[in-house]
């Protein structure tokens, strides 16, 4: 809870404060558990980070397990 408590202070900061590459996508991010369903943004969690997903081949390589890990 602390950890959630300090980023999203902080990002509500950058966001507020400054303009930068990335800041309408950190917004998405952020906003995305409001409008999509838990369910639907598990399964592109697990189609995005999963070992088959776009992005597993990468993490499997450099050793990093996000899905049945603690960062899941």
């Known amino acids: 809870m602390l950890a959630n ?3 999203g202070i902080a990002a509500a900061w950058c966001i ?3 303009h ?3 800041r309408t996508l950190l ?7 409001f409008s999509v369903s838990p ?3 598990g399964l592109v969690f697990v189609l995005l980070f999963g070992l088959q997903g ?3 081949p990468w993490l499997r390589d450099h ?5 049945f890990a603690t960062p899941a």
């Open 27 to 33: 917004t998405t991010l952020i906003d995305l558990p």
């Open 54 to 56: 776009y992005f597993g």
């Open 20 to 22: 930068f590459p990335g």
């Open 63 to 67: 050793g990093i397990q996000i899905i």
């Open 16 to 18: 507020a404060r400054f």
């Open 5 to 7: 408590t300090l980023f």
């Open 39 to 41: 369910v639907v943004a």
